[in-house]
Nanobody
Framework: QLQASGGGLVQAGGSLRLSCAASGLLPSYSVGWFRQAPGKEREFVAAVRGGTSMKYYLPSLKGRFTIRRDNANTLYLQMNSLKPEDTAVYYC??????????????????WGQGTQVTVSS
C-alpha cells in the first residue's frame, strides 16, 4: 500500500514537499510520482530505479522537482518554484521491476490515493 500526503494550496513560486508512506516494498522496487490535472491524462513526474540511486525526471520539471527515497518504503517529492500549471493530484507509485518505459503509468500496479496540489497565481 502507498499513501501520499503533503499536498495543499500554495502561491506561485512557493514550495511543497510531498511524502509517500508505503508498506511491503523491497529496496529493489522502483518508485515514482505521477500527476493528473483535471481533464488530462496521468503524467510522469519522477522516478527512482529500484536497487540504484538513479533518478529520472520529466525534463520540463528537472531543476524544480527533486525525488528522494529514504528507504524502501519512504519516498518524497520536493517541489520548488511552483507554477499554476503544476496544479494536479499527485500520486506515488511502485513497481517490482524496472520498466524501460518508466514514464508510462500503465507499467505500475501499485498506487496511492493521491494528494491535491493547487498553485495559485
Amino acid at each position: 500500500q502507498l499513501q501520499a500526503s503533503g499536498g495543499g494550496l500554495v502561491q506561485a513560486g512557493g514550495s511543497l514537499r510531498l511524502s509517500c508512506a508505503a508498506s511491503g516494498l523491497l529496496p529493489s522496487y522502483s518508485v515514482g510520482w505521477f500527476r493528473q490535472a483535471p481533464g488530462k491524462e496521468r503524467e510522469f513526474v519522477a522516478a527512482v530505479r529500484g536497487g540504484t540511486s538513479m533518478k529520472y525526471y520529466l525534463p520540463s520539471l528537472k531543476g524544480r522537482f527533486t525525488i528522494r527515497r529514504d528507504n524502501a518504503n519512504t519516498l518524497y517529492l520536493q517541489m520548488n518554484s511552483l507554477k499554476p500549471e503544476d496544479t494536479a493530484v499527485y500520486y506515488c507509485t511502485a513497481r517490482a521491476a524496472w520498466a524501460i518505459d518508466y514514464y508510462n503509468p500503465g507499467q505500475y500496479n501499485r498506487w496511492g490515493q493521491g494528494t491535491q496540489v493547487t498553485v495559485s497565481s
